[in-house]
């Protein structure tokens, strides 16, 4: 059988063991070499650290690491669907190699600390927790039982392309639904993972479909793909899509190559002095900008060594990987340019600007009262490049206090203030596509849909919200995202153009207040880059301002983005007065390759 080279796949495994090591202290703790802390016990550093060891030929190492997990309070416990799948392929490499690990008391702490529940809020949790079961299942008619509940849910979380839905759980029509980019690569590893240990014919299919959405995010020479919702271009994901890839060119899928070995050379830039790898590309030039609160640097390297090396020993396993070739499928013709149902589309220009958008915008897991998440916002590009370099950095969360401090962080997504609320233009859901000779048109209606929760005014009301929390998960409070309070009296209309002959962006915004009130437009004009900058020249025509011009920003910031280098920069605030029509362009050139 083929069996493509991977020149970076073992140095970055090697890397990875490396500072696992290094962080590793005499009572069998991983210590976060930022914080100088404990790795949570309630992630699963400890658990994928282990895995990772015991696949390298160091059992005592990994069971230092799962006695002095076993030896916290359970309660201090948590994420058993990922502390469980470690386990349950470490428990498979012990009797492969023929050893106990572990002894039996520790062994039933650890299966004790790590069972299953039956409903979690992530979708992306639930398809672990289902491939747990698929794992563990022994009689035959628990395996096809279980086998049949893992392709159920993927079916159900699947856009028609391809695009792993994680939120809600039961996706509707003209329901707004939530594609986070890093989720999808999570679900074709475990799909990846089932295949190769059922070997069914059943898992073909939604494999393909997972591939070729990943086509669809490919950005063919940074290593990047998406930059789409939460954990944007975090390192979870990526190995995630590295292991899975690493599977299918051992399978002879010759044409998953490239796209493994640029991940594999992309991580291997984001790596520290100490061997482990930083969360996302920003890296060392901004440490720990990006990451979202349940980002760890330990949690998610050992999770990303524990992925690696369990990859590089299966893909030692000819035979199982042999099942993996239908892959090769996805790889067939072009690569797709939209998914409707997501919302995700990418343009291609003659100049080679190309953009990825996100038209109609997409449900986030949930609303806060003092943050504002906008990596889901609709009506605009979140990722960009022209030949090799970067463009267009993704969108940010950040707490409301500092968006109104500094409108610009908005990024491309409008804001509008009316009382104390604040709304988002995002994408509503009729957009067209028209080309002609001289470059690609996009465009489609804009709602104005508030970004954070309403507190709880009266005792009821907040009664009810701790309730939900505490019986319900938050559940109730989840929902509340997928209809959120818009404005209706506020008609708005977002046209982008790109052209063909040379790398130019255009966006007109039409915004009419058809309310009683004012509004504040917080920034106008505002747009997020990747150094070096555009040439940037506006026009902006209301009834109480017509001017034209080189584009003067009255802010320009550094953007806090998962990608380095990024800024951002928006005109001053203004006010729309009730009935007032308002309209602007925005060109941004860059210089041709």
Request: glycine share 8%; charged share 20%; net charge positive.
């Amino acid at each position: 059988m083929h069996r493509a080279p991977d020149p970076a796949f073992k140095p970055l495994l090697d890397a990875l063991l490396q500072g696992l090591a290094a962080a590793m202290d005499a009572d069998g703790w991983l210590r976060d070499p930022l914080s100088g802390q404990r790795a949570p016990s309630d992630h699963y550093a400890q658990t994928s650290a282990a895995l990772a060891w015991l696949l390298a030929g160091e059992p005592a190492r990994a069971r230092q690491l799962i006695t002095a997990w076993c030896a916290c309070p359970p309660r201090a416990c948590g994420h058993a669907p990922f502390n469980r799948l470690m386990l349950l392929l470490a428990r498979t490499e012990a009797e492969r190699a023929g050893y106990a690990w572990l002894d039996a008391a520790c062994a039933r702490r650890a299966w004790r600390r790590s069972r299953l529940a039956r409903r979690y809020p992530s979708n992306n949790w639930m398809l672990l927790a289902a491939l747990c079961r698929l794992l563990e299942a022994r009689a035959p008619s628990d395996q096809a039982r279980t086998l049949e509940h893992f392709c159920t849910l993927l079916g159900r979380w699947s856009t028609p392309l391809g695009g792993f839905i994680d939120y809600p759980a039961r996706p509707a029509p003209r329901t707004p639904i939530a594609t986070p980019t890093t989720y999808h690569h999570k679900a074709l590893f475990l799909t990846t993972l089932a295949l190769w240990q059922t070997g069914s014919d059943r898992l073909n299919a939604p494999l393909m479909a997972l591939l070729r959405w990943v086509r669809l995010h490919w950005d063919g020479e940074h290593g990047l793909a998406g930059g789409l919702g939460r954990s944007t271009h975090a390192l979870f994901g990526d190995v995630c899509l590295l292991s899975a890839l690493h599977l299918i060119t051992a399978a002879g899928v010759a044409e998953a190559v490239p796209m493994r070995d640029a991940l594999a050379a992309r991580l291997l830039r984001q790596q520290r002095p100490d061997g482990l790898l930083w969360l996302n590309p920003a890296g060392a030039l901004a440490p720990q900008q990006g990451w979202d609160a349940y980002m760890h640097l330990l949690v998610y390297n050992a999770w990303s060594a524990a992925l690696l090396a369990w990859s590089a020993q299966a893909a030692r396993d000819t035979s199982r990987c042999a099942g993996l070739g239908a892959a090769a499928r996805a790889f067939e013709g072009e690569a797709p340019c939209a998914d409707p149902e997501a919302g995700v589309r990418r343009l291609d220009s003659h100049s080679g600007l190309r953009l990825w958008f996100v038209t109609r915008g997409q449900a986030p897991q949930g609303l806060a009262h003092r943050s504002v998440e906008l990596r889901y916002a609709g009506g605009r590009p979140f990722h960009a490049c022209l030949g090799e370099r970067l463009l267009c950095p993704p969108a940010i969360r950040l707490p409301l206090e500092d968006l109104l401090r500094h409108p610009a962080l908005a990024g491309w997504t409008p804001l509008l203030r009316l009382g104390d609320r604040v709304y988002g233009l995002d994408g509503g859901a009729h957009w067209t596509l028209t080309e002609d000779a001289g470059g690609v048109r996009l465009g489609g209606l804009a709602d104005a849909r508030a970004l954070t929760r309403q507190p709880a005014r009266d005792p009821g009301a907040r009664l009810l919200g701790a309730l939900d929390w505490r019986l319900l998960g938050g559940a109730w409070g989840r929902r509340e995202v997928l209809a959120r309070a818009r404005l209706p009296e506020v008609e708005a209309r977002l046209k982008w153009r790109v052209a063909h002959r040379a790398p130019v962006l255009a966006l007109r915004l039409s915004l009419i207040n058809g309310g009683r009130e004012p509004l504040i437009y917080l920034n106008p004009a505002g747009h997020a880059f990747i150094e070096p900058p555009c040439e940037a020249r506006w026009v902006w025509l209301s009834a109480s301002l017509r001017r034209r011009g080189r584009f003067a920003p009255s802010e320009a910031l550094a953007f806090p983005s998962a990608l380095p280098h990024a800024s951002a920069q928006a005109l001053a605030p203004c006010r729309i007065a009730p009935g007032e029509r308002i309209s602007w362009v925005l060109h941004l050139r860059w210089p041709a390759r």
